[in-house]
């Protein structure tokens, strides 16, 4: 049996791992898409490194786009074998997957414009949102902890890793002759006291491991540390300054833990006065999706819901949905709170309002997320005084903070928590994805100091012989 690490290798986008069993069923660990590395993006998306048309079974640890994104090109390429993730994955990737294809669209609608300018000929997007909405009858959804056969010799079991709705460790079970070999993915580790969804559980014993190491070489403030400097910027951003809040987010996930703080802060009467805007038709979307699953919440949220029925909503809360509304949000003068996505401020209409807002000394841009090095969320974190948004510069006035405790990715003494459910002699390797190179060593070292060995730490297209 061989393993090739075609994507989130040594860096924490494009999540792709290609299993080949010895009889030639060729099982795909996620198919995500490279995101955040400017020219190099789009060739490094089209140049897989396997057939579409050759790949079995695709199986999704969850929905996040650099996991998800590129199913839909897959499946355009040639791929007829079914998606195996959970129910809740399922439902996230139906709108996300669109969206992405929407976007894609319109960026080569753009990007070709400028083609015509230079006498250039068009190209075609990476894929479409029909090509998004055909590839969705491959899903097949399937619970928590329900072994599910893909043939005679392979089964799959997810469970929950806490990270996103719907999202778990992919636990594979390969026969091979007279041998046996459990497989678990990780995907990313969620944080073990989530704000909305249930802790990560244990997971079945594994020989090979295959985990996520995006914040290994980071800590976490404490959750109530994160939400009281939440509620400190909203205060001082909008009734001291009285400026404007603008929160980049990912439309799923972190999203919704920003709202269901400010909507608990509403519930005990701490949220000042004032408006705040979800401005993105996938969160917006996306909430309702996380409205369906209430399976999936923890005990807090469903204690909440008894005396609040609708944990993303309040009075002064607004989704909103077309570009039109979108646009009236410029024109606001009076202070108020603005979520949008992309969270690493590289796509979408928080670009906008960045360029409207990032030279107002009264405003403030808080990030709650983590922001690949190349990206415009990372110049900014950086400190840079300056920043390109839609090729114009534009001063950093506005005030720049962190809250770090917001994301979705557990810290390494979290992951490492997570790991201790197995039994670290049986484990024949472990092989680091989904992390900058320099976290990645830091974290190996930190799993070897703990009693985790034989540890790799896979560079782009590497393959190992398991």
């Given amino acids: 049996m061989v393993i090739k690490f075609l994507g989130a290798a040594r860096e924490v986008t494009g ?24 020219l190099e993006t789009d060739s490094m998306n089209r140049n897989l490194g396997f057939d579409p048309a050759e790949i079995d079974y695709l199986i999704l640890s969850h929905a996040h786009i650099d996991h998800s994104g590129l199913i839909p090109y897959i499946y355009k390429m040639g791929f007829r074998g079914n998606v195996i993730c959970t129910h809740a994955t399922r439902d996230l990737c139906s709108i996300m997957l669109a969206d992405s294809g929407h976007i894609q669209e319109q960026d080569t609608e753009t990007f070709n414009k ?18 998004a909405i055909a590839c969705m009858d491959s899903f097949v959804g399937i619970p928590y902890r329900k072994t599910f056969p893909l043939d005679d010799h392979i089964q799959v079991t997810i469970t929950n890793t806490g990270h996103l709705l719907g999202s778990g460790v992919i636990n594979l079970e390969i026969r091979e002759k007279e041998k046996s070999t459990r497989i678990a993915f990780t995907g990313d580790i969620g944080r073990p006291v989530n704000r909305i969804l249930q802790s990560p559980q244990p997971f079945p014993q594994a020989d090979i491991l295959i985990a996520e190491s995006t914040y290994g070489d980071r800590l976490h403030e404490v959750r109530q540390i994160a939400e009281d400097n939440l509620l400190n910027v909203v205060n001082k951003t909008c009734i001291e300054k009285g400026g404007k809040l603008i929160i980049p987010s990912f439309s799923i996930g972190r999203a ?47 204690d909440v819901m008894q005396k609040d029925p609708d944990p993303f909503g309040f ?68 400190g840079d005084k300056q920043v390109s948004i839609f090729g114009k510069q534009y001063n950093v006035n506005a005030s720049v903070e962190r809250i770090e405790s917001f994301s979705g990715h557990a810290d390494y003494n979290e992951m490492i928590d997570f790991l201790e459910c197995q039994d670290k002699e049986k484990l024949s390797g472990i092989y680091l994805v989904h992390g900058e190179y320099s976290a990645q060593l830091a974290y190996k070292a930190t799993l070897e100091s703990h009693g985790f060995s034989k540890i790799e730490i896979p560079a782009q297209a590497d393959e190992f012989r398991l």
């Fill in 315 to 382: 009075n002064n809360l607004y989704y909103i949905m077309s570009v039109d509304d979108s646009k009236k949000l410029n024109t606001i003068k009076k202070p108020c709170v603005i979520i949008s996505a992309s969270g690493m401020m590289e796509a979408g209409r928080i670009k906008h309002h960045l360029a409207n807002n990032i030279e107002n000394p009264k405003n403030t841009i808080l990030v709650v997320g983590y922001c690949a090095p190349p990206t415009l969320g990372a110049r900014i974190l950086k």
């Fill in 256 to 302: 919704q833990e920003i709202i269901y703080s400010l909507n608990n802060f509403y519930n005990e009467n701490k949220l000042p006065k004032v408006d705040i805007f979800v401005d993105s038709p996938l969160a917006v979307n996306a909430t309702d999706i996380f409205r369906m699953h209430s399976d999936c919440f923890n005990k807090e949220v469903l």
């Fill in 15 to 38: 999540s792709k791992h290609l299993i080949i069993t010895d009889k030639g069923v060729k099982i795909l660990l996620d198919c995500g898409m490279f995101q955040g590395k400017g």
């Fill in 114 to 131: 400028k083609r015509a300018r230079k006498g250039l000929p068009p190209v075609e997007p990476i894929y479409s949102k029909d090509d």
